[in-house]
């Protein structure tokens, strides 16, 4: 099992805005998003690699990100919304889901970590996501 910054917002030492949780992943508000409305799908189980998990997370983390996904395409109202498998900055499998407004330039400027955004701005994205849940 792999410690990691998420393991420690997962256990509530580390604060951050939750859209989701239940007893296999959380689902957050990412910090440093590239796009406005950017979350991170996080299984709770601290492994680094996705393959690695097993089936029933693997499929649920995926499911998981559906959902977020179409919550957030009704509250933000982008014109697509990816999604792309980490776990190479921080050593814990997650996935992130990048509202696309403007999908001229392709997915590549959201592939790199953004500034800090402000906590006020992400609660409140993280309400209008959790309305549309």
């Known amino acids: 099992m792999t410690d990691s910054i998420f393991s ?20 957050i508000m990412d910090k440093f998003p590239s ?10 189980k601290g492994v680094d690699y996705v393959f690695d998990l ?16 179409l919550a957030s395409d009704k509250a933000l109202h982008p014109k ?6 980490e776990g190479f900055e921080v050593p814990h499998t997650h996935i992130k889901i990048y509202p696309v ?10 592939l790199s970590s953004g500034e800090m955004a402000d906590d006020t701005e992400l609660a409140s994205l993280a309400e209008q996501i959790k309305k549309c849940l």
């Open 101 to 110: 407004y403007d999908t001229s330039r392709g997915l590549g400027p959201f």
């Open 80 to 85: 697509r919304t990816c999604l792309a498998v």
């Open 54 to 69: 097993d089936d029933s997370t693997y499929s649920h983390i995926f499911s998981v990100a559906k959902k977020i996904a």
């Open 8 to 27: 420690q917002i997962i256990a509530r030492e580390i604060p951050s805005q939750f859209v989701y949780e239940d007893e296999v992943c959380v689902v």
């Open 35 to 44: 796009t406005k409305g950017q979350t991170l799908v996080i299984p709770k």
